[in-house]
């Protein structure tokens, strides 16, 4: 399954997940727009995939995953979209996909959940088992077939969906590992926000891994052809520290990376809450 790896047979003309073959509107950047759903393509950031080994040992560090306190952050950021949604883990088999450095599959522990983290970055898998996550509970991407049989209650994608490049194929894998009832959140960049129609170019969501931005009506539309409905939407704010602001402004400066990361060691400890052109969505497999 080709998840985090382009697919050479894949043009870059047919990278249209949201599965419309109606047409698409060129737009500036060589991004192309859904005439049908409004999700946006960015061929450039596929065509780079194939040329770039993005998810190795400098991921996370140019990221700040392993930073407490961006992990603090994250951590609060996911518990309040639980309490938004009114989701209680306690007892639930839950799999975060993309976790980062597995602060969030921590904290989802302490609050009762069984939890399983799925990772592409081995660094990442390595330091959430530090964590004292059982590392039979870490999968990497490419070995889920070991991923345990038994069926999961919710899944959590938090920044992570637009990372996938082969949705199709991972959620007919993920809906033959749900239970009958379960939910999957997920936090996403939304195509046709309107952070996206003012900062066109600037948006923070247009960065190299991210190779496909779904519109709202698009993610709906593909869930439910694995039979999952939207059960409710909400706005999903973030506890956002300062590194991290920097991580995203280090994407469109000419700083190099080295003296980004070298700038957020003086930081002070603090955070801000918002939320910029991104969409979170509760589905589930009843229709509400």
Sequence with gaps: MTIFKADPNLLPESLKFCG????????????????????????????DFQKKILYDASYPEKRSHFDPYVGECKVDTLKSWLQKLDLDVKG??????????????????????HVTGIE?????????????IPKENLVNFNDLDRVNPNQFDLWIFQDSFEHLLNPKDFLFWLSK???????????????????FKILGPLWPHLIEDHVFHWS?????????????????????????????????LGHFSKFSPTLMTRIQKFLPQYS???????????????KS
């Design 20 to 47: 419309h073959t109606n047409k698409w509107i060129p737009l500036a950047f060589n991004l192309s727009r859904c005439s049908a759903c409004g999700s946006v393509a960015d061929k450039k950031a596929y065509l």
């Design 92 to 113: 639930m088999r839950v799999c975060e996909v993309g976790f980062g450095a597995g602060y969030t599959l921590k904290a989802l522990m302490k609050l009762g959940g």
């Design 120 to 132: 592409v970055v081995k660094e990442n898998l390595e330091f959430a088992a530090s964590l004292g």
């Design 177 to 195: 590992n749900s239970k009958p009832s379960c939910k999957i959140l997920i936090v996403a960049p939304q195509a046709d926000s309107i952070s």
């Design 216 to 248: 709202k009506q698009g993610i709906v539309k593909f869930f439910s052809s694995f039979g999952f409905f939207e059960s409710a939407s909400f706005n999903p704010k973030k506890v956002v520290s300062l590194s991290t602001l920097m991580n995203h």
């Design 272 to 286: 801000v809450k918002f939320n910029i052109g991104e969409m979170g969505i509760l589905f589930s497999r009843k």
